[in-house]
């Protein structure tokens, strides 16, 4: 009897144990599949702040507020035919770059009709080109990808990449590792436009002279001028070497067909400055912006 009663108490114990083991394998489970389900739910939601965060980002603007114009332009001379194009800023931020890259279907070659003027909200760039389709038809080509470079309202800029066919944004900031020190300002580089008498075809031009005020030499000064009648841009530019206290060559570039200094707007200015130790650096003024950019040259 008392065999049996310790058989018995023993099956009880084996019986719990079992019970208890059991138990303890489905808790264990259910709490790793719990605590991976909240591993995965809290990934899932940092994906999806993260996701958020970059479409807000890619939000900033979109090609539909970019809108171009292609005009197909007839051959040339040598038989080339050439494409132009603007395009609207209908977005709130100022773009500063605007490219297309284009497949000419016939050709299957890749063109690009690209531009890095200031165009702020609302106004219509200035023309740009580049090669056409041969046939001169719009429908033998195909835009592939946007790159726009976009600025924010800190005045951050970002590079905005779309790609059509995916239909897909990428968005970059743009980290700007020049020197801060603006070694010369524009006021200090004045400049003097005559306007000319049309030539035998027809043809006006403008020739121009520039001071250097400054306490550095300017080995290159270069003014990107926008015909307001054509939107079209020009340059006026030299590189001769003007120490300081010195007046410029002449230099000369098309003119507006009006000959009047009012038609014509200067939109950039890209100098070209050595230091006292004689390193150069180049330097950039966007009149819109009223913003400098300095870059240093490096002689490899």
Partial sequence: MQRKCISIMLMVIVFMFLVVGCGSDTISEDASTNTNGELNMEKSTDDEEVEDSKADKEALITVEELPYEITMLEPDSSGTRYMEATFTNNSNYIVTGYSLTILLKEENEKTYLSIYDTVKPGETSPKFEAFAPE??????????????????????????????????????EAIDEGPEEVLVKVEELPYEITMLEPDSSGTRYMEATFTNNSNYIVTGYSLTILLKEENEKTYLSIYDTVKPGETSPKFETFAPESGEEDDIEVLEYELTIQGEDGTEYFVNYDVKLDKYEVIEIVDD
């Avoid at 080509?141 to 779309?162: A, K, R, S």
């Fill in 135 to 172: 046939s001169g038809e719009e429908d033998d080509m195909e835009v592939l990808e946007y790159e726009i470079i976009v600025q924010d309202e800190d005045g951050t800029e970002y590079f905005v990449n779309y790609d059509v066919k995916l239909d897909k944004y990428e968005m970059f």
